[in-house]
C-alpha cells in the first residue's frame, strides 16, 4: 500500500493529506472530493485573512484638520466600506511617512505632492485620488509676512527669522526652487535665513507669523484659505505678498505593500464619500469637497518646477 498525498499552499504553510492508494472508482470519487473541500476551506481562509488583515495609512500634521476624532470617524467609515480595518499612523513630518512607505509598514499615505513624485520616481509609489477644493485639484503656495511688515517680496525678508511647515513639502521646495521669488532660487539658506524653523504644520506656520515669531514664512494656500474663513482673526494678522503656480493638492498614494484590489477598493471607498450622507459630512470637516481620480499627471508642474530641488534634510545653521 502507497499513498496519496495533496499539498496546497496556503497563508499559513499548507495542507497536507496521506491516505491509502487505491485504484477504485470510490477511491478516485474520494480524492476528488477531498481536492474540491481543501480547495474550498483555502479559499475561506484567504478571504478571512484578508477581510480581517489592517489597512494602515500614514498622515502628518501638517494637514489642516487637528481634531483626531475626525480621523476616529474616517477610519471607522473606510474600514466600512473597504471591509477591513483601517488605522491612520500618524508622524510628524512627510519623511517619516515617506521612510515608512518605502519600507512597507503602510499600505497607503495622504501626502504631499513632493514626496509623492520622489516616490514615484524611486519606484515604491503609485496613485490612488486627489482631493478637489471646490472643482479644483489644484493650489497654489503662498508667501506670508505680519500684516504689520513693510516687505513686499521676499528680498525684503532677507536676514530675518522665516518658518517653513516641513523640509520635504512642496512649500518648502518651491521656496527653494525660486517659486516665490520671481524665480530667482534660493542657494544658500544660511545666507537667506540665519535663524529659520520647521513647524512641521501649516497652520501653526500661519501662527508663528501672526505671531510675529517669524518674518515670513511659506503656506499651503488652501490651508491659509480655509483659516480665513474658520479663524479670519489670526489670518488678518498676517498677509500674502507672493503666490506660486498651480500644483496638484496632496494626494493619497499606495506603497508596494498595497496589492491591486486594496488600491481599487480603496480608491473606490474615497471617490464614493461625496455620494453618501456620512461621508459627505466626513469631507466637510477635512476641508474637501470630493475625491477624484487624476492621475500622474496632474503633478507633472511639481516635476517641472521642483523636480531637480534635491530632497535634502535641514542642516544646523
Not at 510675529?212 to 480655509?226: I, L
Amino acid at each position: 500500500m502507497s499513498a496519496w498525498e495533496i499539498r496546497m499552499n496556503g497563508a499559513n504553510g499548507f495542507f497536507r493529506l496521506a491516505a491509502p492508494m487505491c485504484l477504485s472508482g470510490a477511491c478516485v470519487h474520494m480524492k476528488a472530493y477531498v481536492v474540491r473541500l481543501l480547495a474550498a476551506l483555502l479559499i475561506a481562509g484567504s478571504m478571512i485573512g484578508y477581510a480581517s488583515a489592517e489597512v494602515r495609512i500614514g498622515i502628518t500634521q501638517a494637514m489642516f484638520v487637528k481634531d483626531s476624532l475626525t480621523y476616529d470617524r474616517w477610519a471607522k467609515y473606510l474600514s466600512r466600506s473597504m471591509g477591513q480595518p483601517v488605522l491612520f499612523v500618524y508622524r510628524k513630518s512627510y519623511g517619516e511617512i515617506q521612510e515608512l512607505l518605502r519600507q512597507g509598514d503602510l499600505h497607503f499615505a495622504w501626502t504631499c505632492g513632493y514626496p509623492f513624485i520622489k516616490g514615484v520616481q524611486d519606484g515604491f509609489l503609485r496613485y490612488v485620488a486627489t482631493p478637489e477644493i471646490g472643482a479644483e485639484p489644484l493650489y497654489r503656495i503662498y508667501l506670508i509676512v505680519p500684516a504689520s511688515s513693510t516687505a513686499r517680496s521676499l528680498d525684503d525678508l532677507k536676514g530675518g527669522i522665516f518658518a517653513f511647515s516641513d523640509p520635504d513639502s512642496a512649500s518648502f521646495r518651491a521656496f527653494a526652487a525660486g517659486q516665490l521669488s520671481q524665480g530667482k532660487p534660493i542657494m544658500s539658506l544660511n545666507q537667506w535665513f540665519p535663524i529659520r524653523f520647521f513647524t512641521y504644520s501649516h497652520a501653526e506656520t500661519v501662527k508663528a507669523v501672526a505671531d510675529r515669531v517669524a518674518d515670513g514664512g511659506s503656506v499651503d494656500g488652501h490651508v491659509w484659505e480655509a483659516m480665513a474663513a474658520i479663524l479670519p482673526e489670526l489670518t488678518r494678522k498676517t498677509r500674502v505678498i507672493a503666490r506660486s503656480g498651480t500644483y496638484g493638492l496632496p494626494p493619497f498614494v499606495a506603497s508596494w505593500r498595497a496589492d491591486e484590489r486594496q488600491i481599487a477598493i480603496l480608491q473606490k471607498a474615497l471617490l464614493d464619500m461625496n455620494g453618501d450622507r456620512e461621508g459627505k459630512s466626513i469631507l466637510e470637516l477635512l476641508q474637501v469637497t470630493r475625491f477624484a481620480r487624476h492621475g500622474d499627471k496632474l503633478y507633472d508642474s511639481i516635476r517641472v518646477d521642483l523636480g531637480s530641488t534635491p530632497m535634502w534634510r535641514e542642516a544646523p545653521p
